[in-house]
């Protein structure tokens, strides 16, 4: 009998500090996964955010670099343009990116950057305790906003793949989920996919995860699931946003 | 060796940053800098660097921050209100202990000011400007020969010790011309080596390497911050700068940094014309500032007079210098107008008299302010000038 | 006969293996782990039919699956 599972080799043996049923853990490994099957260990660069994902550095085994909130992709800018060898990824979270980063990420798609973005969406603020996110959804809980995100004092939540896709540099944007095994397979081959662009030099890509916050949605995981996969995918539907590197590959 | 020729000073930077080597720039456009991003938009891709516009100061400088933890000479430029908005990436710098250039053309503050050359920004630069306990490497060229000539060796400081460096120069500076040449053979980036802290590239041969600036382990930041402290004090020790002019006889010591040490050299030789024995001390590197020099002299002289675009907040490095060894006085112009010579001539020989009624206190700078048609009749001050 | 194995000091007891299974073969242990979990383990021998679900799910990597 053979163990037909292992940890990738381009994670850390270090325990990941994420709480239980975390989704940052579940896309961590099929990060790794993709950068070992893509065999870009010895060129990929990680660039981690601030918020949960913060320690990011410390799990994958590659070249990395801690920045700023929410300048992620300004970061991988920096790295890509002086080294193009690299395959760089900017991991962010969605207060990072889609609130204090929202210049950074819209602007390094608008310059169609040959980067990859893995954006994990749980609605909510996780590291700073619980508070209101851009993609807090309307009547959800958040500790800035106790009685639910209120439509006419706080507006409504920010679909950043739709808006994404609308740029023309941006090359593939994609929103999968984290909720079940074969929506975690499926968004492998989305990531996948995103790593492939760039290391094709086909440019922009983005791999949108819906994810669960249980302990910041005052919840277990079993039911933080099905919050996924009611209200969640309901505000965010899933599916490719756009897609436009097949033309460009039959292009080259 | 290149030929003299007539440059501007933000240009004549922006080629002696490409003459150092430096393959990235990132930056946003600001007046009274805008030559510099200008200048590299096409003076990069023509040496196969990387220029990027960024969407924002904050954006440029987090583009250095990536593009420096590879290991390339990287550097951005701005003015005042976007050197602020850096400083977030700066402290970001420092705490990563990554090497790279930022510049300053400073213009008068705070706020939106105005776009005229100015030196407000003194303190922010030399005590770190953002968050945390931390130091940047400052210099202050005070003609277009040493903004040609900083920026190499800007970049040399900041390998040497891994720290942020800054050229802090002003916006007169930066848009006056004069004549120049390039004493240095250009650098060729290939010949530089590869950091063994950097990141990025195609490295089977290494480990990885991690460039952050976090410390959350119990005492560790206290050693990250220790261990810079050392360097801190071996820059302290063994890197500062300054020119000296008629110091060895001088009763009145000027100390003036960039286009104010300009006019100060004037105004020293207008003195001693006069019979006031004046002399000069001009910081090149502001920090390190130079303590022990200042203190040195402050015990031969009789007066010290600082000549600065701010209101005495290089005074402050003086007074910390001279402790109480001699009176130091103040001629201050601020507001991004620089210093008139026959003021300070005026202000150095009061300050050796001791007569501080002659000396342009507060009140003297309100009223000459206020009677003043300079103002207006200044093109780029004109209602509706570019900003 | 396939099986999984959970390491538990990296199990938090999430329990989102025990949804993903599909024929409900893991449960969680009575007892904790020293990193203070109920870890999950298989209930039962001859129910595991290798999917590798579980290990899909799995947050923290915690499960191998032998077949």
């Known amino acids: 009998m053979n163990a037909i599972t292992k940890r990738p080799s381009a994670l850390t043996e270090a325990q990941f500090h994420y709480c239980p049923g975390c989704g940052h853990s579940v896309v961590h490994r099929l990060t790794a996964e993709v950068i070992d099957e893509l065999n870009i260990k010895d060129r990929a660069v990680v660039v981690a955010p601030v918020g949960c994902a913060v320690f990011a550095d410390k799990y994958f085994d590659v070249d990395s670099i801690q920045g700023p909130h929410g300048r992620g992709p300004a970061i991988a800018t920096g790295i890509k343009r002086a080294k193009p060898d690299s395959i760089v990824f900017s991991y962010q979270g969605d207060g990072d990116l889609a609130s204090i980063g929202m210049a950074e990420i819209v602007h390094a798609a608008a310059r169609g950057e040959n980067i990859t973005v893995i954006f994990i969406n749980n609605t909510i603020y996780g590291m700073t305790g619980g508070q209101m996110a851009p993609t807090t959804l309307v009547g959800q809980v958040a500790t800035t906003a106790p009685k639910g995100r209120n439509e006419k004092l706080q507006g409504n939540p920010i679909n950043v793949s739709e808006m994404l896709a609308q740029l023309k540099s941006a090359k593939y944007i994609e929103r999968v989920s984290s909720d079940s095994a074969p929506n975690i397979i499926k968004a492998k081959k989305a990531i996948k996919k995103a790593f492939q662009n760039q290391i094709d030099g086909l440019g922009f890509s983005f791999v949108e995860v819906l994810s669960i916050c249980p302990t910041n949605w005052g919840t277990t995981p079993l039911k933080g699931l099905d919050f996924l996969r009611e209200k969640m995918m309901a505000q965010y539907p899933l599916g490719v946003f756009k897609d436009v590197t097949a033309a460009n590959k039959e292009g080259k | 060796m290149s030929e003299k020729v007539l440059m501007k000073g933000n240009e004549a930077l922006a080629e002696g940053a490409i003459r150092a080597g430096c393959r990235f720039f990132a930056g946003y456009p600001i007046t009274p800098q805008n030559e510099v991003p200008e200048y590299m938009s096409w003076r990069q891709e023509e040496t196969g660097g990387a220029f990027v516009q960024a969407e924002s100061e904050v954006s440029a400088v987090n583009m250095l921050y990536g593009a420096a933890a590879t290991g390339v000479r990287a550097m951005t430029s701005s003015s005042s209100p976007g050197v602020s908005l850096k400083q977030e990436g700066i402290s970001y710098m420092a705490g990563a202990d990554l090497p790279c250039l930022i510049v300053n053309i400073m213009r008068g503050g705070p706020g939106l000011g105005n776009i005229a050359g100015a030196q407000g920004d003194y303190t922010q630069a030399t005590r770190g400007g953002g968050n945390g306990d931390y130091r940047t490497l400052v210099l202050a060229p005070f003609s277009v020969q040493e903004l040609a000539n900083f920026p190499k060796k800007a970049f040399e400081l900041s390998e040497k010790y891994r720290i942020p460096a800054m050229i802090l120069a002003d916006g007169i500076l930066g848009q006056m011309m004069e004549g120049m040449s390039y004493d240095f053979e250009p650098v060729d980036p290939k010949t530089l080596p590869q950091p063994a802290w950097a990141i990025g590239g195609k490295h089977a041969d290494r480990k990885r390497n991690m460039v952050f600036s976090y410390a959350l382990g119990e005492g560790e930041l206290e050693k990250m911050v220790l261990k810079r402290a050392e360097r801190y004090a071996l820059i302290e020790r063994d890197e500062v700068l300054y020119e000296e002019r008629d110091t060895q006889d001088a009763e009145v010591l000027i100390v003036a940094y960039g286009i104010s040490a300009r006019a100060s050299i004037a105004a020293m030789n207008m003195a001693r014309a006069n019979g006031v024995k004046a002399g000069l001390l001009r910081p090149i590197t502001l920090w390190p500032f130079p303590t022990k020099r200042i203190a040195e002299l402050s015990k031969k002289v009789k007066a010290v007079l600082c000549v600065e675009m701010s209101m005495g907040q290089m005074k402050v490095d003086v007074d910390l210098a001279v402790k109480g060894s001699c009176p130091v006085y103040l001629h201050a112009k601020p507001g991004a107008f620089f210093p008139v010579a026959e003021e300070i001539a005026t202000a150095a020989e009061s300050a050796l008299n001791g007569k501080k009624d002659q000396l342009f206190s507060l009140e003297d700078l309100v009223k000459n302010a206020e009677n003043k048609t300079y103002a207006v009749n200044n093109p780029i001050c004109k209602e509706g000038a570019l900003l | ?67």
């Not at chain 3, 039919?49 to 990597?61: A, H, K, R």
């Open chain 3, 1 to 67: 006969m396939p099986k999984i194995e959970v390491n538990e000091a990296r199990c938090k007891g999430c329990q989102l293996c025990t949804k993903a299974c599909p024929k409900q073969c893991i449960e969680m242990s009575d007892t904790f782990s020293t990193t203070g979990y109920y870890p999950a383990r298989l209930a039962k021998q001859d129910c595991c039919i290798g999917c590798g679900m579980c290990f899909q799910v799995c947050p923290d990597i915690a499960i191998t699956v032998f077949r």
